[in-house]
T-cell receptor, first 114, second 109 residues
Framework: KAGVTQTPRYLIKTRGQQVTLSCSPI?????VSWYQQTPGQGLQFLFE???????NKGNFPGRFSGRQFSNSRSEMNVSTLELGDSALYLC?????????????FGPGTRLTVL | QKEVEQNSGPLSVPEGAIASLNCTYS??????FFWYRQYSGKSPELIMS????GDKEDGRFTAQLNKASQYVSLLIRDSQPSDSATYLC?????????FGQGTTLQVKP
């Protein structure tokens, strides 16, 4: 079974631009969560989508948004990029939503904001 | 108090030794706990899940959970240089995974 895929793997943008990242979960998985990883803050939860609905949201500004499609694929958008948005963005999929579900990560998208 | 705390290390052990990684958490309601391994430049990989008090063994890995003390640990027996990585503890309060800062393990040949 194929794992979680994320595209693109690398992105370079400039301040003020916007970016869209894509995630395809493991086949059969319906929940997709997004995380930001930086050396200083570690892994931080952005949001979770299940059945095209946002189920949970972390403490990030409204510039960070996401959506999920009927095939469970998800996209994350960051508008008005700031230097501090440079990070590894990780997508994780799980069978369903909820505390006990194991989450499996994709390879990540490395975003650099210049 | 942070929701999930880990000693950042580095924890250095000789090859063949037992590595012990520890994690404490603040959410008393959490029922599930996860350990991830992350190699440098790679994404986290799930290596253990534990849901009830006591020990859970999987190959060279043993996870130990003590809910009363809000403490979960990961033991790696017969440590190998390939085990050198950052180990992340994760707890899902309110349905979202909260990660510790991770413990860097170095296994020296």
């Amino acid at each position: 079974k194929a794992g979680v895929t994320q595209t693109p793997r690398y992105l370079i943008k400039t301040r003020g631009q916007q970016v869209t990242l894509s995630c395809s979960p493991i086949s059969g998985h319906r929940s997709v969560s997004w995380y930001q990883q930086t050396p200083g803050q570690g892994l931080q939860f952005l949001f979770e989508y299940f059945s095209e609905t946002q189920r949970n949201k972390g403490n990030f500004p409204g510039r960070f948004s996401g959506r999920q499609f009927s095939n469970s694929r998800s996209e994350m958008n960051v508008s008005t990029l700031e230097l501090g948005d440079s990070a590894l963005y990780l997508c994780a999929s799980s069978l369903t939503s909820g505390r006990a579900n194991e989450q499996f990560f994709g390879p990540g998208t490395r975003l650099t904001v210049l | 108090q942070k929701e999930v705390e880990q000693n950042s290390g580095p924890l250095s052990v000789p090859e063949g030794a037992i590595a012990s990684l520890n994690c404490t958490y603040s959410d008393r309601v959490s029922q599930s706990f996860f350990w991830y391994r992350q190699y440098s430049g790679k994404s986290p990989e799930l290596i253990m899940s534990i849901y009830s008090n006591g020990d859970k063994e999987d190959g060279r890995f043993t996870a130990q959970l003590n809910k009363a003390s809000q403490y979960v640990s990961l033991l790696i027996r017969d440590s190998q240089p390939s085990d050198s990585a950052t180990y992340l503890c994760a707890v899902p309060p309110k349905g979202k995974l909260i990660f510790g800062q991770g413990t860097t393990l170095q296994v020296k040949p």
